[in-house]
């Protein structure tokens, strides 16, 4: 890759840095998305075990990729995020994907194609840890920065996605009570 295209992407990306998500930190800052991601990437490495079958080197490759759109229109939390929000930050990663030179384009399309279609064990381990990083994270924070939808939706968040392996379903249960715990403290 061509230096100078090298060190644009590194700026588009370096943005990840700066955007912060909704979520707090345990010492009361906002989350970054890039450490949203980075932590994210640690839990499918942790969890290789659990899945010999998958490639967790691709899974690590998708928690990395996940929300690079998000470099370029922010992060919006789920419970406001509409269809129009998806299209525009799905047309953000397009045009970044567009940018790169072959293989990175031709590998990272397929790769979120993949992650969208929700089809392979990969996409569904990332799509699963996801969910649990948004929830940890929260359980992490102080209760003084939930939202009041947020003391429901940190023991419904992610059902749907963890349902496909019993691992990931007795995580959702672990953090359900770590969030039941945190709200009767």
């Known amino acids: 890759m061509d230096t100078r295209q090298f060190i644009n992407i590194m700026s588009v990306a370096e943005k990840l840095k700066n955007n912060t998500r909704h979520s707090w930190t345990s010492s009361g800052r906002h989350e970054s998305v890039a450490e949203h991601s980075w932590r994210l990437s640690l839990m499918a490495y942790l969890v290789k075990d659990e899945f010999p079958k998958a490639d967790i080197n691709k ?9 690079l759109g998000e470099a370029i229109t922010g992060d919006i939390p789920a419970f406001n995020k509409t269809e129009c929000d998806e299209i525009v930050e799905n047309n953000a990663v397009s045009q970044l994907l567009c940018s790169l030179p072959q293989p990175y384009k031709t590998e990272l399309t397929d790769l979120f194609i993949e992650m969208h279609e929700q089809q392979t064990i990969e996409a569904k381990i990332y799509k699963a840890l996801d969910k649990m990083e948004t929830l940890i994270q929260h359980n992490e924070a102080d209760l003084s920065t939930w939202i009041p939808l947020e003391y429901e939706m ?7 996605e963890v349902d496909f392996s019993d691992y990931m379903k007795e995580l959702k249960q672990t953090i359900y009570e770590d969030s039941i715990k945190k709200i009767n403290k």
Not at 59 to 67: A, F, G, K, S
Not at 154 to 160: C, P
């Open 59 to 67: 899974v690590i490759l998708m928690c990395i990729c996940h929300d």
């Open 154 to 160: 940190n023991l419904s968040y992610g059902t749907k």
